[in-house]
């Protein structure tokens, strides 16, 4: 998708913001969600269902142009996903989760939120794949009755929903909310699809868990979270130099040798000039505080 049209479809002006972007799309993605249309009819749903497939290609192009990255390729249907709405079982699962959807506004306390939640659970384990499995398994994410559940059980509801649109959806509304948690379980996750691991990975690196990212299977992410775990410990030797006894100076001699035999490694590997500025200067940092442990 050209991005001049991915702009007109989120009703922005080229250039907005980020914050922008996500705003846009998710106002248009509630007022095309399937939930608003499941009683209509298949033509209005189909309509609804190609509206939001323009819109979430329309917010993967702007999110990356708004940030100054180049626009990504475009992106066929996943072949583990069917084209078009998922299939309404109705029956049993229609009636468990129009009875779950009844009772969160009633779900005052903690004991109400849980049942809730067993009850949405039940929908989303015993009907995966369907419209109503799927709408479950969304509410388990987004809805109030997700707080009773810890970040990491939301995470995994959040890699099981079908529909990559709803999926992208509950994504981005779990922004701020134990991002951390969420994102390392989404990275992890074998069943997570390549965009959400992109998203996961993303945020990782936001968040500077470069621990997690240093067995990433991308090289250049892989160097670079090596390089940032580098200059975390180089700030640790800094700060320690000054203060050693000289019992303490031949350990910490070799644990200097050993980050600079860590740093010329990554150092002859391609990095960002920032990030190899930023060792140099961390190895000097090292050197001018051992100098004063030496005077003292």
Known sequence: MEPLWAWRILGLAPGATPDEVRHAFRVGAQLLHPDRVADLSDDVRNDAHRRMSELAEAYRVCAAVSVGAPPPPPRTQPTDVPAGPL????????????????????????????????????????????????????????????????????????????????????????????????????????????????RARQRLAELA?????????????RRTAAAHLLLRDAASLAERAPWLSRRERPEFDAEYAAWRERATAVLAEEIAAGLRADLAAADDRIRVALSATAAR
């Open 87 to 198: 299939r309404s079982v109705g029956g049993q699962a229609a009636v468990l989760l129009g009875a779950a959807r009844d009772a969160l506004a009633r779900a005052g306390t903690w004991e109400r939120r849980r049942a809730v939640v067993t009850s949405l659970e039940q929908v989303a384990d015993a009907w995966p794949g369907t419209a109503e499995g799927d709408a479950a398994r969304v509410l388990l994410v987004t809805s109030a009755v997700a707080a009773t559940l810890p970040a990491r059980e939301r995470a995994g509801h959040l890699v099981l929903v079908a529909d990559p649109f709803a999926r992208v959806e509950a994504w981005e509304s779990l922004s701020g909310r134990d991002e951390l948690a969420v994102a390392q379980v989404v990275y992890a996750h074998p069943t997570a699809d390549d965009d959400l691991r992109r």
């Open 209 to 221: 868990d470069w621990a997690t990212l240093a067995a990433d299977p991308d090289p250049d992410f």
